[in-house]
């Protein structure tokens, strides 16, 4: 099992950054892939950036890409991501989840957080 706790929403104006924070606790914590999703009002929970285990590997959603950075430090068994030119689309609860291999596929991710607010206003 992996528990994972989320931090770091919150609102802002838009063009301003936030970084968000997922600390991992639980049985091989930092041997699992990360991911990053988000869930607007009224839309489907999508994908937003994952990272490998080791960091080697990332991947963007293309509505970010540019604008968001994930990163981890397993050393501290947490991961982020850095938010800088937020836009009002950006707002969402932003989770974020484990999995076996970094991947947008929200089905094999297995452990989830409870999610943490962002909201940007315009």
């Known amino acids: 099992q992996v528990q994972l706790v989320e931090s770091g929403g919150g609102l802002v104006q838009a063009g301003a950054s936030l970084r968000l924070s997922c600390a991992a606790s639980g049985r091989a914590a930092s041997t699992y892939a990360m991911g990053w999703f988000r869930q607007a009002p009224g839309k489907e929970r999508e994908f937003v950036a994952a990272i490998s285990w080791s960091g080697g590997y990332k991947s963007y959603a293309d509505s970010v890409k540019g604008r968001f950075t994930i990163s981890r430090d397993n050393a501290k068994n947490t991961a982020y991501l850095q938010m800088n030119s937020l836009k009002a689309e950006d707002t969402a609860v932003y989770y974020c989840?484990?999995?076996?291999?970094?991947?947008?596929?929200?089905?094999?991710?297995?452990?989830w957080g409870q999610g943490t607010q962002v909201t940007v206003s315009s």
């Open positions: 989840a484990a999995a076996e291999r970094a991947t947008p596929q929200i089905s094999l991710y297995d452990y």
